[in-house]
């Protein structure tokens, strides 16, 4: 197919031929963002937490009244029994806050030297006790869990600072990255060192914030019971396949052992599940409406290029009889469809490469999200070409039939 | 002469049905995905209390100096230190203190169980201040605040729940094992987002129950259970430690009328600031700011991200089926040059044939507007499928929302008319003579 | 009536300048039934167009019921054919989204007039070509001939002063073409000035006055020897 003679035609049709182009290359760069968006949503929703996630749940309990730090010790120990005793729980432990609660616990800068002013990392603290590693299911990989002599009470505004933990590998190949860190310390908002003990393959953050990125699953455990005033965080592992029952039997036993607590009924008891859905609300959000607006902005611009190209079939009847009767061949006038919206595609697929990253760079600063890699692009073009020519070829197949005959009646 | 266009527009309209329904689709879709986004937006991103935005202020002191604070910027509370010191120096005409509680509304009879009860410590300066509206009672006063009452405003549902709505004024509430008198009730409030207390909180979670008297909160050691953050070295064992640490968890608000108040308390806590490190409290140069309540919104990044971004990309969205639309309306347009032709050789002057485009392509920006509005309902259903539910509630479809989905399909198809109407108008009388 | 002195209209393309009429003048009075004749692309069509203010024209005077009109802007131009002039094409140029009815009250509608007026006036305009019953009918539903009574009846609603009608038989058969004709006579007989271009001579004869175009100029038929050839020419072909 010779290009010349379809670009002088398409001249012809200048503001046509540029609007599709135009629609092209902003469907490109809509398009392309989207779908790296909605990647990396996902992929940020994919991330592990290391948890036993489909045996886990989560009671969030509020003390009815003021206790001092040895009563609510003393509560905390008292419940947790009652949990272990259960006939559907595996094990149970306590802690003011778990991977992706979202609320609860701290955040706290690490350094490696006492007087560091620019800290190293920023880690979740937990504070759990020698059940922790076992109700989450977290997989350690070296050294060794807490013993029960090791768990101090924590009080109200209470920093106790242990002179042991247990940190993510994640964490510790950040302080470590030569993999020594076992039997090393470090200091974490403290005077005092604390000594890495043991290693878990994976646990995840409590928060998840864009700030936190950089401190992706940056995480430790202290060997510290929760005896603040207001409540601490049951953390329950059930017998597999006996969650539903687990969950069920702890509210009312724990009711049935001091009625003076708060399980708030609208999220005070949820499955990791839940848990998860709710860290991850946002997210799935914005992957959800990032893909419906892909999927109805591809379907537009792919009618839009049928409704135009028909316009241009029936605007060129007479010609198309006119090369027909000279001898042009269905399948020529079909290509010539085809070509011309192939060229206006690459047209507007140039522009919109430009347009892509130009709305990347300033989504980049805008709202930190990444760079974009250039295979995102490059589908986004092929996905745009193949959209093109499906969406002419049927006016181009009208076209193809269009009788020599034409060419002798008026125009 | 505007009902002959609208007619000659349905006309025209129903010739083509297939490519009129494409038009209407395409300006449907864009305008219900940018009216559903940008009802959240709105609902985040509106000023919750326009008629003293401006008067009202959040005094910062960079208690934390160069080395620890956010990039120059002071830290978003105060400590208790330097928050009890500000409030002491009396140098507003009104200043409350803020920080969060979550206490146990204990029952009346002795086999229910408690339940949850969410508030703020406040000083009486609050309500005033903020435009608090009362259904019974009234604020505590300042007297109140210096003898340290245990008076408790509550909330209108609050007052449902515990004293099934009646006026209980006066009588005793018991919150986690200590008991309060009920001074007031609060009529509905709460702004969105919830300004006075965003450092550390979305500001679009439920609405407080109660908010109790702070001195009387500080007395009781009732702790804070809103954001907490500390620099360097944490060694405070108890609540009294704590108080005296460089912990900020307090949010300082003050209420300033005049530009010349603003300037007074702004050389006031630079003043208050100098003299700390004079007294050897802080080693570095006073760095305070004083922002009002746009201000300090926009420094909170109260809009989620996941506004701005979805915002921004259905407007893009919209822009793209308005380009399609002036493609198809060029089509459509053009393939009536014929008519054109006859119209102005009898008669029609360039500004009737062009008129005559931009109100066919109105009537199709209306019907745009109201399948728009169809799909706008129905995406505001599925709103919590796309946002946080505690931001997917505040979106709601009112009457002002509907007039800007019509409004919008019927301009954004005008304006998308303008180039192919021009381009109608331009057809000359004498063309279809020609042809012959 | 109409009235042009030393017209020209010259067609400039990147090559060349074409004349299309050149020095031409003609004198239509009030009343008359004048037939423009000529061979293929001797000009009657572009006087036509200019004579009807569908297109400008590059020197000499043209004065439309004593007003000259080559100051006029698009706007007064639009006016004018909208008010004095009736056109009757050859392919009747009906809009054929809209029925009878609607075509014919297409200049009534811009010249703003009310809408009981409007309705009586195409009534009447349609009533006169014989077509009242045929009000909500589409063109395509119509033959031909009825087609261009529908055109004429537009052409007649808004009562013009000046007839302008190009080739207004050329599409239709013979017995259809006698009929278009009568009626342009009658029109004629109750006081239209009609100008009608045509190359068949038979039709030509019906005129009160024939002008004769070749090469953009009037000619006097008697002194033309070039007339002779090309008139007997055109007019064999349109009879064979």
Redesign the interface.
């Known amino acids: 197919m010779h290009i010349q003679p379809i670009l002088a035609a398409l001249r012809k049709h200048k503001?046509?031929t540029l609007?599709?182009a135009?629609?092209i290359a902003?469907?490109l760069?809509?398009v392309c963002?989207?779908l790296f968006?909605i990647h990396q949503r996902l992929a940020h929703i994919a991330e592990p937490t290391g948890v036993d996630e489909s045996n886990v749940f989560v009671i969030e309990n509020?003390?009815?009244?003021?206790y001092n730090k040895q009563q609510a010790a003393a509560n905390v120990e008292q419940d947790l029994a009652t949990l272990r005793n259960l006939p559907a729980v595996q094990d149970a432990t306590q802690s003011d806050s778990y991977p992706l609660s979202t609320v609860g616990g701290s955040d706290n800068f690490i350094t490696l030297k006492v007087d560091q002013?620019e800290p190293t990392t920023d880690a979740t603290v937990y504070s759990g006790d020698e059940h922790f590693l076992h109700t989450l299911g977290l997989k350690l990989i070296a050294g060794r869990d807490f013993r029960a002599d090791e768990v101090k009470d924590a009080?109200?505004?209470?920093?106790?600072?242990p002179p042991v933990t247990i940190i993510s590998k994640a964490m510790a190949d950040k302080l470590y990255p030569n993999g020594d860190a076992l039997g090393k310390s470090f200091y974490s908002?403290?005077?005092t060192p604390v000594t890495i003990v043991g290693i878990v393959e994976t646990m995840q953050r409590s928060r998840l914030g864009?700030w936190a990125i950089p401190y992706a699953e940056q995480s430790m455990v202290w060997p510290i019971r929760d005896a603040?005033?207001?409540g601490v965080f049951y953390i329950v592992r059930a017998k597999p396949g006996q969650l539903a029952a687990a969950m069920q039997e702890a509210p009312k036993a724990l009711?049935a052992a001091n009625?003076?607590?708060?399980i708030?009924p609208k999220d005070g008891l949820m499955s990791f599940a839940q848990v998860r859905r709710r860290a991850y609300?946002?997210d799935?959000?914005?992957a959800?409406?990032?893909g419906?607006?892909c999927v109805?902005?591809l379907a537009?611009?792919g009618?839009?290029i049928v409704?135009?190209t028909s316009?241009?079939v029936?605007?060129r009847r007479r010609q198309i009889g006119v090369r027909r009767a000279l001898g042009a061949t269905h399948r020529d006038i079909l290509h010539y469809f085809l070509t011309e919206n192939l060229l206006i595609s690459v047209g507007g697929i140039g522009v919109g490469i430009v347009l892509t990253f130009g709305?990347n760079l300033w989504?980049v600063t805008?709202?930190?999200l990444g760079i974009m890699p250039l295979t995102y692009v490059l589908s986004g073009v092929v996905l745009l070409i193949v959209l093109g020519q499906g969406a002419v070829f049927a006016p181009a197949l009208r076209a193809s039939r269009v009788p020599p005959v034409e060419a002798t009646r008026?125009? | 002469m505007f009902n002959y266009y609208l007619q000659l527009g349905l006309h025209s309209l129903k010739r083509n049905p297939a490519?009129t329904a494409?038009m209407v689709?395409?300006i449907a879709?864009g305008v219900s995905?940018s009216m559903v986004?940008y009802s959240v937006f709105r609902a985040v991103s509106g000023d919750p209390i326009p008629e003293k935005s401006s008067q009202l202020f959040v005094p910062l002191i960079d208690s934390w100096g160069p080395?620890?604070n956010d990039h120059g910027e002071p830290p978003g509370a105060l400590n208790y230190v330097d928050a009890m010191a500000l409030m002491r120096a009396h140098q507003s005409s009104r200043m409350t203190l803020i920080y969060s509680l979550?206490l146990?509304a204990?029952p009346h009879d002795a086999n229910s169980?408690?339940?949850?009860a969410t508030g703020y410590a406040v000083t009486g300066d609050f309500f005033p201040m903020f435009d608090v509206p009362f259904l019974y009672g009234s604020a505590w006063s300042n007297a109140d605040d210096d003898s340290r009452a245990a008076d408790v405003v509550i909330s209108d549902s609050f007052n449902q729940r515990m004293f099934g709505g009646a006026n209980s004024v006066g009588r005793e509430i018991t919150l986690?094992?200590?008991d309060y008198r009920v001074v007031g009730i609060t009529g509905h409030w709460n702004p969105s987002p919830r300004f006075y207390a965003v450092w550390g909180e979305s500001g679009f979670g439920d609405p407080p129950d109660f908010f109790l008297l702070l001195n009387r909160a500080l007395d009781?050691?009732?702790?804070n259970?809103g954001r907490n953050s500390?620099?360097?070295?944490?060694?405070?064992?108890?609540?009294d430690?704590?108080l005296q640490s460089n912990c900020i968890w307090l949010m300082p608000w003050v209420e300033l009328n005049t530009s010349a108040d603003v300037a007074r308390y702004r050389q006031f806590i630079e003043g208050y600031a100098a003299d700390q490190q004079r007294a050897g409290r802080y080693g570095w140069a006073p760095n305070v700011r004083l922002d009002d309540v746009p201000q300090w919104l926009e420094k909170q990044h109260v809009i989620?991200?996941?506004s701005?971004?979805?915002l921004v990309?259905?407007l893009?969205?919209l822009?793209?089926?308005l380009?399609?639309t002036?493609?198809?309306l060029?089509?459509?347009f053009?393939?009536r040059a014929g008519e054109i032709g006859v119209r102005r050789a009898l008669g029609a002057t360039r500004h009737e044939i062009y008129s005559q485009y931009l109100v066919e392509a109105g009537s199709v920006g209306l019907a745009g507007g109201i399948v728009g509005l169809l799909l706008t309902a129905a995406g505001m259903s599925g709103v919590g499928?796309?946002?946080?539910?505690e931001i997917a509630r505040l979106a709601h479809l009112d009457i002002s929302l509907v007039a800007l989905t019509v409004a919008v399909a019927v301009v954004a198809t005008v304006v998308a008319a303008v180039?192919p109407a021009w381009?109608a108008a331009q057809v000359q009388p004498a063309w279809q003579l020609k042809?012959? | 009536m109409l009235k042009m002195t030393h017209l020209s209209k010259v067609y400039r393309t990147e090559v060349v300048e074409t004349y299309a009429l050149r020095d031409f003048n003609i004198d239509v009075k009030e009343g008359e039934f004048v037939a423009v004749t000529g061979p293929s692309g001797s000009g009657k069509t572009t006087f036509l167009t200019i004579a009807g203010l569908l297109e400008t024209f590059t020197g000499g005077e043209y004065h439309l019921d004593g007003m000259e009109v080559s100051q006029l802007n698009d706007n007064a131009r639009s006016k004018i054919r909208n008010e004095k002039i009736g056109f009757i094409f050859q392919?009747f140029n009906l809009i054929p989204d809209l029925n009878v009815f609607d075509n014919v009250e297409v200049p009534l509608r811009y010249r703003g007039m009310k809408t009981p007026e409007r309705k009586e006036r195409i009534m009447n305009a349609l009533e006169r070509v014989g077509l009242a019953s045929r009000a909500k009918h589409y063109p395509a539903e119509l033959s031909g001939g009825q087609q261009q009574r529908v055109a004429i009846a537009r052409a007649l609603a808004g009562s013009p002063r000046l007839l302008l009608a190009d080739e207004p038989t050329g599409n239709l058969d013979t017995q259809m073409a006698r009929g278009v004709l009568e009626l342009l006579e009658e029109i004629h007989r109750e006081g239209a000035t009609i100008v009608m271009v045509t190359h068949d001579p038979e039709l030509a004869a019906r005129a009160q006055r024939n002008v004769h175009i070749i090469d953009g100029q009037v000619v006097d038929l008697a002194e033309d020897p070039r007339f002779h050839t090309a008139y007997t020419a055109a007019a064999g072909q349109v009879r064979g």
């Open positions: 503001a046509g609007l599709i135009l629609q902003l469907t760069a809509i963002n989207a968006i509020m003390w009815g009244e003021q002013v009080g109200q505004r209470d920093v106790v600072v908002m403290s005077s864009a603040s005033p207001l009711y009625r003076m607590r708060i708030n609300d946002s799935r959000g914005m959800i409406l990032m419906i607006i109805v902005l537009i611009t009618a839009g409704g135009l316009f241009w029936g605007q709305l989504l805008r709202f930190e008026p125009a | 490519l494409l689709m395409a879709f995905a986004t080395q620890q979550m146990s204990l169980v408690p339940s949850q986690s094992g200590h009781l050691k009732i702790d259970t500390c620099r360097g070295h944490l060694t405070f064992r108890s609540w430690e704590w989620p991200e996941e701005r971004i979805s990309v259905a893009c969205f822009v793209i089926c380009v399609n002036i493609g198809l060029l089509a459509k053009m393939r499928l796309l946002f946080e539910p180039y381009r042809s012959n | 392919a």
